[in-house]
Structures are given as C-alpha cells and as structure tokens.
T-cell receptor, first 114, second 110 residues
Framework: DGGITQSPKYLFRKEGQNVTLSCEQN?????MYWYRQDPGQGLRLIYY???????QKGDIAEGYSVSREKKESFPLTVTSAQKNPTAFYLC?????????????FGPGTRLTVL | RKEVEQDPGPFNVPEGATVAFNCTYS??????FFWYRQDCRKEPKLLMS???SGNEDGRFTAQLNRASQYISLLIRDSKLSDSATYLC???????????FGTGTKLQVIP
C-alpha cells in the first residue's frame, strides 16, 4: 500500500535534547513538508522540500533542521533551540507540477518535552 | 484580513440536518482550494478540491465565490460520522505552498 509513515507516534524528550522525527513516503512524490499543529491553531509550515537535496524554510523554521538525501525520506530534527517544541508534528507529501497542490499526510508524531 | 479565516464553531447539528461552513481568504490570486477533514488527534485527510465551477461528491458540495473571496462546504443529511474538524486550505503563493485555516468543528448529535 502506498502512503506516508511517521515514527514514532509518541515521543518524550527532556529539555536540552535534540530529537529526530522520521517521515517516509512511497508515493513517488517530489514534494515533502513538515507542519506543527498546536491546540486551537492551524497547521504551520516548518520546512518544505520540492526535490532531493533541496529544502526551504517555512513560516516557523527557527529551532528546526531537515535533510532530503532521498526522495522517500524527509527527517525533521527538533533542536534544543526550539523554545516550545511540545506539539503535534505532521509530515505531508505532494506531487509537484500539478496546479492543485493536494497534500497527503502521515499519521503524525506527538512530541512532549518534559 | 487574515490570509485564511474560519469560524471555529462548534456547530452542533442534529442528524439529517444540512450544515454549511465558509472560509474567507485574502489572496485574490489563489487558484485552487481544498477542504480537509481532521478527526480528533488524527492527521488531516483530503475531503474535496474546490474549483471555479464548484464540486459535488455525494452529500458534500464545495463552492467558490471569487468576488467575495470565500469558499463554502455544504453537508446534507448529516451523519454522526461527519463529526470532525473541517479545515480549508488556500494556496499561499510559491511552489506547492498552502495555508491552512484553523478549522471549523462540527458535532452531529443523535
């Protein structure tokens, strides 16, 4: 089955630690995205990548880093510089070149900083 | 005006009712719009695309009003399983970038 997987589903981190969230897709999509969702707020874009070895900052990139070494994978690292990292993190992918910009989401990772 | 605005609700409606949500947007150049459905503590899932001519899929109808810069979602014959948060999505310029609304919560009551 084609889809997007994220791991882990739940993650607990101590303050001051970096943590990496995994996102893998087998939909053959060129574009991949990371969002965070906080209660009562819409999804906010952290980083996006349109093609392998290329990525751009989204609206709230501070304290995060990404890499795109393979088409299928777009891991997100939450660094200790991120002031409020507790959130629901969603990875998505989409087919570039289409006008309609549909995105398909993974099941998400809930990060809690203790 | 915010880039995308939605009434957060909740909209509490009885089963079988018709309910409509609006989503206003500020970028007049936006071309394609979407409605996503998000269940509690789950990821958003694409419900419908919205094009200039509108779109209908069973009990769901999406419309675009360019003059007033809003899109709408109409749900007829509401089911308990329609209870969810409905997010509107608007292209925000740039390649494959979109802006999500904060969502409208729908609760269908038996």
């Amino acid at each position: 089955d084609g889809g997007i997987t994220q791991s882990p589903k739940y993650l607990f981190r101590k303050e001051g630690q970096n943590v990496t969230l995994s996102c893998e897709q087998n939909l053959n999509h060129d574009a991949m995205y990371w969002y965070r969702q906080d209660p009562g707020q819409g999804l906010r874009l952290i980083y996006y990548s349109q093609i392998v070895n290329d990525f751009q900052k989204g609206d709230i990139a501070e304290g995060y880093s990404v890499s795109r070494e393979k088409k299928e994978s777009f891991p997100l690292t939450v660094t200790s510089a991120q002031k409020n990292p507790t959130a629901f993190y969603l990875c998505a992918s989409g087919v570039t070149g289409l006008a309609d910009n549909e995105q398909f989401f993974g099941p998400g990772t809930r990060l809690t900083v203790l | 005006r915010k880039e995308v605005e939605q009434d957060p609700g909740p909209f509490n409606v009885p089963e079988g009712a018709t309910v409509a949500f609006n989503c206003t947007y500020s970028n007049s150049a936006s071309q394609s719009f979407f409605w996503y459905r998000q269940d509690c503590r789950k990821e958003p899932k694409l419900l419908m695309s919205v094009y200039s001519s509108g779109n209908e899929d069973g009990r769901f109808t999406a419309q675009l009003n360019r003059a007033s810069q809003y899109i709408s979602l109409l749900i007829r014959d509401s089911k308990l399983s329609d209870s969810a948060t409905y997010l509107c999505v608007v292209p925000s310029g740039g390649y494959q970038k979109v802006t999500f609304g904060t969502g409208t919560k729908l609760q269908v009551i038996p």
